[in-house]
């Protein structure tokens, strides 16, 4: 099975901290997303990666960014967190020559800014 | 992403089959159908997509009407823990989730 590993299930940040976000996938998938989920808002994508070291924005990227230095790993960054970031945040992979196994997502991190 | 359109909840009693409709009038003829279930605080899941004919697996069916504008997922015999959020997602590359489904198994 693929397993999609997101490093820290509950996480308490200050306002103001930077804050890393990791993700680790084991089947060489080239596809690698990061969603934020919130009550009444659903997952919303803040960005993707289709290879090493490229990025796309997604739909809400403001005060994220990303990096993809390996395949296998794809970390979400806060540059400064702010209250407004408090979130579940769900890492997901996926092979685009492979659609029958669609989307893996990870557990998630509920992250709260204090 | 075509929109989609899902009731936003549906009851199902266990053992029964479940049937969630979901409608995307908009879709593009190279847009997979997909659907997905988030069991409350994991990931989604992975449930069955479809692009034009009638799919099922181990999991589910899904039917995809002819003319692709809407579809409905079979949950053949429902249980207890099918209790989920269920999406449906119309894309070819990227996948947007709308609110979904909440669809609740009771005994």
């Known amino acids: 099975d693929v397993k999609v590993t997101q490093s820290s299930r509950y996480l308490v940040k200050r306002t103001g901290e930077k804050v890393f976000l990791e993700c680790v996938q084991d089947m060489d998938h080239e596809n690698m997303f990061w969603y934020r989920q919130d009550p009444g808002l659903g997952l919303r994508l803040i960005y993707f990666?289709?290879?090493?070291?490229?990025?796309e924005k997604g739909d809400i990227p403001e005060g994220y960014s990303v990096s993809r230095e390996k395949k296998e790993r794809f970390s979400l960054i806060l540059e400064s967190a702010s209250t407004n970031q408090t979130s579940m945040y769900l890492c997901?992979?996926?092979?685009?020559?492979?659609?029958?196994?669609?989307?893996?997502f990870g557990s998630g991190t509920r992250l709260t800014v204090v | 992403d075509a929109k989609t359109t899902q009731p936003p909840s549906m009851d199902c009693a266990e053992g029964r089959a479940a049937n969630l409709p979901c409608n995307h009038s908009t879709i593009s003829g190279n847009e997979y159908v997909y659907w997905y279930r988030q069991i409350h605080s994991q990931g989604p899941q992975y449930i069955i997509h479809g692009l034009k004919n009638n799919e099922t697996n181990e999991m589910a069916s899904l039917i995809i009407t002819e003319d692709r504008k809407s579809s409905t997922l079979i949950l053949p015999h429902a249980t207890l823990r099918d209790t989920a959020v269920y999406y449906c997602?119309?894309?070819?590359?990227?996948?947007?989730f709308g609110q979904g489904t909440i669809l609740t198994v009771h005994p």
């Open positions: 997602i119309a894309s070819y590359g990227k996948l947007t």
């Open positions: 990666s289709y290879d090493v070291k490229m990025k």
């Open positions: 997901a992979s996926s092979d685009p020559l492979d659609r029958n196994y669609g989307y893996t």
